[in-house]
């Protein structure tokens, strides 16, 4: 056992003094804000590309006047109606007029109007379209019931619902939630575990075949027992990925608390709004300056009431089980790493044995995604039973809540599977670090397997 | 008595056998040689011996007591094949190695100190394994071999790698630890410095053991009837009815002759025929080098 602590001491030391670890430890929550914050502005900004598209309207002229101009010209396309040009002409020659494409309306396909062009169209110009036309079609029908006053009635019967979500417990007690928040936090939590599972769990498969091409090994184990060797480093990488973990939660936790004080306190509003970008400031300009250091602009207090939602999130409970399936993920996959280290000469051989590894963490991190949408379906239960993929869905499940029994199938399957993940690993690195030079197989694995000591 | 016995050791890998019933016994403060061709079942008897694997059979000994896992702490083991950590350093390194075999933090750098010394690589103790040469490497992990005073300690191939100063210097502290009461274990394909360091040797071959025995006997019954006899001035030495002439030289007011006697015939007969060609200054029984033996027992058996 004491000789399990030099192992672990040493392991976990070397790691956490490299550079690495604390420039990974300090960038990588600025990456995820970033990441966070960026995804939805490039995804919002999509192609800059200036479209200029033709719209070539068949039928009576009473069908054309009633269509004119109903597509309205955003900020990067330009719809120009083209009175008394043959469609079949402009199809051949819109590309060398300019244009991006032709749009054709006719009264037959007034619901299925057609778009001409070169390249595969960006869903946000299709849905511009078709959201106007929509909305014009629909007017139209309207007007033909003759409705007094039509357009301020329309505008009155504008309505904008959001569903507000409340928990009940078995107590009766109510608990504000928030769908959203619920997503973000599967989202998130699948896609950490992912990360550190599969982060540490490779870096173990890299320790082994560094101990075993430097041939350090072969000194260590004339001290120690192999399977000492392997759990030192397993557990000395955990504490490593766990020591990672705990200083993003505290910085995470930190960061939450500052913000919720400075930037969400009243207080501290007008420094807030000057701070915010253009767009946002000049929604605000309205409120005056004396109402800004009373009250809360709209948007803020949107972000106010998904914090206070977010801590409405049984945080205690998705912690206790992150760390537990992070122990028992990575325990699990960190043994079949170390075996697959064991098997290999270096680096490069480790492909073949990689992919039937991968493909339960990729399948997890699909079925997790799926499970941000729809938490209750069948796939994702049982994705979120099955051992090898639990850790990442079953993190994605829990902020939506989980049966207490499925939590517990759950957890007793993932313990069972990695100690016997753990005994078998052992047995093939028993074999697999002494062995040089030979090309190993799945099948040579498992005749190691059945070696005796 | 034996300081270590190997009784019987079989040991299989799949349908591969990689020993046979291989049996050695290495008398206390001896320096026992381990010798084989490439691939007889060395290695795996010095893993089966460090307890890195198991026999599938056959019985070890330590100080007449069965081999018992805590016994790594009373073994040092130098490989072949030796690695250190390459990003770590030095200091740490050799720290790290000494705790594993059982030593204190504190009685490891007071020993670490002394040895550092010793060889002559104090300066080395901050930097990364990485920015020595391989000769200074080795220095560094036959040290971590020797730290623990272990009673036994299994070098295989202790001088490769090394330039012949630095292993002379291996050399002389090896005879050191066995002046100090540490039992060697030796394997090596340079035949040489078994001549110079070996007692007691075992040959394996293609997993079996095939010659054992103490190096002057195993030299001595290779012998084949052949003497070496130097003789002051210039002699002339007649074939008889007792032995051949193989070589007759004369140089520098010497003569040197090789003769080969035809049968087992006590020496004094062949010194009473020749005593009397000339001033006989040295009178030797040629014993055939270990490099000899080995090619010729194997070679015979391949």
């Known amino acids: ?453 | 008595m034996s300081l270590f016995e190997a009784r019987n050791i079989t040991k299989q890998f799949g349908s591969l056998t990689a020993l046979d019933k291989v049996s050695i016994f290495v008398p206390e403060q001896c320096i026992y040689g381990l010798l084989g061709p490439n691939g007889a079942g060395k290695t795996t008897l010095i893993r089966i011996i460090n307890q890195i694997t198991g026999p599938d059979s056959g019985e070890l000994f330590l100080n007449g007591k069965k081999l018992m896992p805590e016994d790594v702490y009373t073994i040092g083991y130098l490989p072949e094949e030796r690695g250190l950590y390459k990003k770590m350093k030095v200091g740490e390194q050799a720290l790290y190695f000494a705790q594993l075999k059982g030593l204190t933090k504190t009685e490891a750098m007071r020993r670490l100190k002394y040895w550092f010394k010793k060889l002559d690589i104090v300066d080395w103790w901050g930097k990364k394994v990485e920015e020595l040469s391989k000769g200074m490497q080795q220095k560094v992990q036959f040290i971590t071999t020797v730290l623990h005073e272990p009673k036994l300690i299994i070098f295989d191939e202790p001088f490769t790698g090394f330039d012949p100063v630095n292993a002379n210097i291996i050399k002389n502290e090896i005879l050191f630890l066995r002046e100090r009461g540490a039992t060697i274990i030796f394997s090596t394909h340079n035949m040489g410095s078994v001549e110079e360091l070996c007692d007691n040797i075992t040959l394996i071959d293609k997993a079996k053991t095939i010659l054992e025995g103490s190096v002057n006997e195993i030299r001595r019954k290779w012998a084949a009837h052949e003497y070496d006899l130097v003789f002051h001035g210039n002699v002339r030495v007649e074939e008889n009815n007792l032995f051949k002439i193989l070589s007759h030289q004369n140089e520098n007011d010497k003569t040197e002759i090789r003769l080969k006697t035809k049968e087992e015939i006590a020496s004094n007969d062949i010194l009473k025929t020749v005593m009397n060609a000339g001033n006989l200054i040295s009178f030797n029984p040629s014993l055939p080098s270990m490099n000899e033996i080995f090619i010729r027992v194997v070679e015979s058996r391949h």
């Open chain 1, 1 to 453: 056992m004491n000789k399990i602590s030099v192992i672990i001491k040493r392991e976990y030391i070397t790691r956490v003094r490299k550079k690495s670890f604390i420039i990974m430890t300090i960038l990588a929550p600025l990456l995820m804000a970033s990441m966070v914050i960026l995804i939805p502005v490039l995804m919002l900004s999509g192609d800059k590309e200036f479209k200029k598209i033709a719209v070539i309207v068949n039928g009576s002229d009473q069908f054309k006047e009633g269509l004119k101009n109903i597509i309205p010209d955003t900020e990067d396309e330009k719809f120009e109606y083209l009175p008394g040009v043959d469609v079949n002409d402009l199809v051949k020659t819109f590309d060398a007029a300019g244009y991006y494409g032709v749009l054709y309306i006719t009264p037959e396909v007034l619901n299925t109007p057609q778009l001409y062009s070169k390249k595969q169209p960006p869903i946000g110009l299709l849905e511009h379209i078709s959201s106007s036309l929509q909305k014009e079609i629909e007017k139209q029908k309207l007007l033909g019931y003759n409705i007094q006053n039509l357009d301020s009635i329309l505008m009155q019967i504008r309505t904008n619902v959001s569903v507000s979500t409340r928990l009940v417990d078995e107590s009766g007690k109510l608990t504000e939630t928030s769908t959203d928040v619920a997503m973000g936090l599967a989202y998130f939590g699948g896609f950490l575990m992912y990360m550190l599972v599969f982060l540490f769990g490779a870096q173990v498969m890299r320790g082994v075949i560094e101990e075993k091409t430097s041939r350090v090994v072969e000194v260590v184990v004339s001290s120690v027992k192999p399977v000492q060797l392997m759990m030192g480093k397993i557990i000395g990488i955990a504490l490593v990925g766990l020591t990672q973990f705990m200083i993003w939660v505290f910085l995470t936790v930190g960061a939450v608390t500052i913000v919720k004080s400075t930037v969400l306190g009243k207080a501290a509003i007008p420094e807030i709004t000057q701070n915010l970008p253009g767009d946002i400031m000049s929604e605000n300009q309205p409120v005056t300056e004396a109402s800004q250091s009373t009250e809360m602009s709209p948007e803020l207090t949107e972000i106010s009431k998904v914090f206070d939602n977010a801590m409405n999130q049984h945080w205690l409970l998705i912690f206790i089980t992150f760390i537990f399936y992070f122990i028992t993920g990575y325990l699990l996959y960190a043994s079949v790493f170390a075996a697959i280290g064991s098997a290999v000469d270096n680096e490069t051989e480790t492909q073949q044995f990689m992919l039937p590894v991968t493909i339960p963490i990729i399948f997890a991190l699909l079925v997790a995604m799926g499970t941000m949408r729809n938490p209750e379906s069948s796939i994702s239960f049982w994705f979120s039973i099955i051992p090898f993929t639990s850790p990442i869905v079953m993190m994605a499940r829990i902020p939506f809540g989980v049966p207490f029994w499925q939590l517990a199938v759950s957890m007793v399957l993932m313990v069972v599977t990695f100690i016997a993940f753990v005994w078998m690993a052992a047995k093939v690195y028993r074999t697999g670090i002494l062995m040089y030079g030979k090309k190993t197989s799945w099948k040579e694995m498992w005749k190691w397997l059945r070696y005796s000591g």
